[in-house]
């Protein structure tokens, strides 16, 4: 949040302290999440991640869309990927305390749509441990700069065995 204070051009539209938090310290994660569509985004995705089913309803093209709405520039598009990855990320493990019976320490967005998945269904620890691996090797097929419809489907798909407890297809990359 001092860092964030201590920026010329930044006009914060969240709390500096919520967007600290939500960036997990990273300043041009921060700055991202303050866009009002990247912010709104993020709330939508969140709530798709407690459906436990993100591969349903074209979430890949959504997630290719909105990649693609940030900029031309390629690393603009692997920066929004990126926050959709950490988001899954952090929800994941908020997912696998919850499933054990531990309070995830997180944003209240994020242990809400937690809680919500356990609602929906249980799902043992390993699978979930299986969707953060998952969620790895995405974030390395983003910085290797893998198409984005050919890295963001299949990691998708995956997710989705994962948390209905199936094995992965393995991938050729």
Same mark, same amino acid.
């Given at each position: ?57 074209? /979430? @890949? ?5 909105? #990649?693609?709405?940030?900029?031309? $520039?390629?690393? !603009?598009?692997?920066? *929004? ?61 983003? /910085? @290797? ?5 050919? #890295?963001?489907?299949?990691?998708? $798909?995956?997710? !989705?065995?994962?948390? *209905? ?9």
């Amino acid at each position: 949040a001092a860092v964030l204070t201590g920026l010329t051009d930044f006009e914060p539209v969240r709390p500096l302290e919520e967007l600290a938090g939500l960036s997990g310290g990273n300043v041009q994660m921060a700055m991202l999440l303050n866009d009002p569509q990247v912010y709104e985004f993020r709330q939508q995705w969140l709530l798709r991640l407690a459906t436990l089913d993100p591969a349903a309803d074209e /979430a @890949a093209k959504q997630i290719v869309v909105f #990649a693609e709405q940030g900029s031309k $520039d390629t690393a !603009a598009k692997r920066e *929004r990927l990126l926050m959709v990855s950490n988001v899954s990320m952090v929800f994941f493990e908020a997912l696998l305390l919850e499933s054990v019976g531990m309070q995830p320490n997180t944003d209240q967005a994020t242990r809400e749509q937690a809680l919500a998945a356990t609602a929906v269904r249980a799902i043992a620890p390993e699978w979930i441990g299986r969707c953060i691996d998952r969620t790895i090797l995405f974030q390395g097929h983003v /910085a @290797a700069n893998v198409g984005l419809a050919v #890295a963001v489907e299949p990691w998708l $798909d995956d997710l !989705a065995s994962c948390l *209905r407890g199936k094995s992965l297809t393995p991938l050729l990359w």
